[in-house]
DNA sequence: CTGAAAGCGCTTACAG
DNA sequence: CTGAAAGCGCTTACAG
C-alpha cells in the first residue's frame, strides 16, 4: 500500500538516477538542463514533491523556526506574530508556533523545538531558566529573547531601548508639568517593565521629582483596576507612565468612568503604539516600539547562526519614539 | 563530527540492542521494565532524544498540525489561536503556523504543509479554491475550514450557526422596536457575513422591514469610515447589525465623534464578543461565538480523522449567543 | 520479550 | 554532469 511517490519513482520515469532527481531539488547541486526539465516533467506527472523529513534527516537541518510566545491577547503581539511569519516565509523557513501560559517557559515546552530540531528559536515574552536554554546551546541552535531582557546576558536578545525610552517619557512629562507622576509596572520582575521604570525614574531624579509605583499585570483589567483603587484612594497624580498601552486603555476607561477630565486634570502616557492607542475612543499619547526593525535584527541574527553558527551574544536596544496624541 | 546521540549510542550503553531502545520510545511497544530502566538511565546519562524525523520517515505521520491564519490583527483570532495551540499540546500535536495575506489561500502557502507531511490542517476566515485544497484530500489529510463554510460542501468546516444568529438579532432588535436597520457587512463573499446578513435579512422580512446594506471590511477603520459615510448622508438608521465586534467599535467611535446618543438615538450590535466589547469605553451587545465550543468539534473531528481516516464531510454549526449589553 | 536486518526517502562523497 | 552505493536515525516484521 505505497501511496507516495519517491525519487525514485520520478527517476524510472525521467530515465535518470535517483542521485540526478535529488540534485535537481537540492539547491546548489548542479544539473544539466537536460536533466533538469526530464525530471521535472516526470515529477509534474506524478505529482512529486521531496519529502522534507528525509531531507532533514540526512542534513540535519530543518527549514523551521520555533516562535514561542505568550500573551498573545496583547494586540501587540498579533503584530510580531504576523510579522514575524511573514519574514521567515520570505527566507523561506516554516514556523512551530509554541504557546506558554507562563512568564517563565517551561522545560517541556521547548521540548517539541529540541525534538524537531528547530533550525532556530524566538522565544518573545517570556524568560526562561538558565539550564533550559542551555540546551539550545548545546545544540547549538541560535536562539533569541525577543522584547525580554535576560539578567544572564548568556544570550542574544532584542528589545527596543526601553531605558532610554522611560528616561525620554519622563522628560517629556516634565516639559509638559509634571508634578507628581503614578507608575504603572507590568508583571514584576519582567525587564521592560523594570527598565521603562528606571529610566524614568533617573529623569525624575535629576529635578528632584519622584513617583509612586503601582505594580500591575500588562492587561487591560489591571490597568482599569489599577487606576480605580487609586481614584477611590484620592492618590490621583498629574501623570500616568502605564508600562504598556493595553493597560493604558484600561486606566483611560476609569478615569472617564469617573469623568475624570483627560490631559486637563490627568495626562496618561502608554507605551507599544498599538493600533487600538489611536483610536478616537483614546488618542493615547505612547511610545512607539520600533517593530519592523526589532523583527528586522532578529532575523538576520538567526539567519545568520543558521548559516555559520557562532554563538556570539549580544543585547540589541533599537530606540524607538514617541507618539503624541491627546492623552498629555 | 557526529554530535547528535542516537539510539543506537544508547543501545551500546544500555547494554540492549537499538531495537529496545526504540521500543521504549514507541508508544505500544512492549519492553520489560527491566529492560526500560536500563534504556531510560542510558538515554539520560546521554542526554537522548528520538530524533522526529526519522521516526516520520518510517511512519509516514507527523505529529504536527498546521494551521493557516488570516488576519490575526482581528482580536477574536488571538483567542482562536491560544485555544487551538492548547488543545493540540494536549493531544500532543505541534503547531505549523501559516500566516496568509489573501482572503483565498494560494498553492504556495500550504505547500510547506505538505512537504511536512502534517497530519491534519485547520485552516480559518479564508477559503481555498477546491483544487488546492483537493490536494490534502489526495494525501488524506483530514481538513478543516474553521468560521468559513465554502460553497462547495466537500470539506468539513465548523462555524458559529450564523444564519440562525442574524435572525435572532433581527428579532430582537424588532422587539426594541426596529424601524429601519443598515448591516455593514464584512468583505463581500465571506460566508460569515453573507449567512449573517440573510438571517437578518429572514427576521426582517417576516415583518415586511427591510434594512440596507453597507460593504465594509471586517477591520475597525473599515467600521470607522462606513459609519461616518452613513452619518454625512444623513441617512442614520435606528439600529446598525455590524458584522463583527471590531467594525462595531469603530462604528462606535464614528457615532461618538458626532455626540449621537447610543443606544437612544441609534442602536448597534455586534458579533463575536471579543474582549474589548465589554470594555466600559463600548459596552457593546453583541452575538457571542462559542470559540470553545468550536474549537473542539474541530480538534475532535481532526484527532478522530487521524486515528481512521474517513473522509467524512459535514458543516457544524453551532449555536452562540446574544449578549446584552450598553448600546442597544 | 529481544535482536538482527530491512527499509522509509532522501543527500553526498566517490568514481567515471 | 551522472550513477551506484552508503548512510541519516528511526520502526517493524521476522525469528528465536
Redesign the interface.
Known sequence: MK??INAKDVAKLAGVSQSSVSRVYFEGAKVSTKTREKVLAAAEEL?Y??????R??IT?R?K?IG?VMKG??N?F???V??QF??AF?HHGY??????T?SDEIQAEDI??L????VAGVVITDASMSLNVAESFK???IPLVFFNRKLSHSTFYSVCCNNLNAGRSIGHYLMAEGLRDAVYISGNENTSTSLEREKGFGEALDQCTLTYAKHTSDFT?EGG?KTALNIIKNNTLPSAFFVANDIMA??V???L??HAIQVPQQVKVIGFDNI??SS????ELTTWEQPIEEMVEATVNYLMSEIANYSGRVEAVEIEGKLIERKTT
Open positions: 501511496t507516495t505529482g514533491r521531496p519529502n522534507e523529513f528525509a532533514s534527516l540535519n530543518t523551521i516562535l498573545v491577547q494586540p503581539y498579533p503584530q506574530l504576523t511569519a511573514n516565509k516554516s514556523v512551530l508556533f509554541v504557546h501560559n521540548e517539541t529540541l525534538n524537531y530540531n548545546a545544540n547549538q487591560y482599569y486603555l484600561g483611560l476607561d476609569a472617564r468612568k493600533s487600538m483610536w478616537p475612543a483614546y
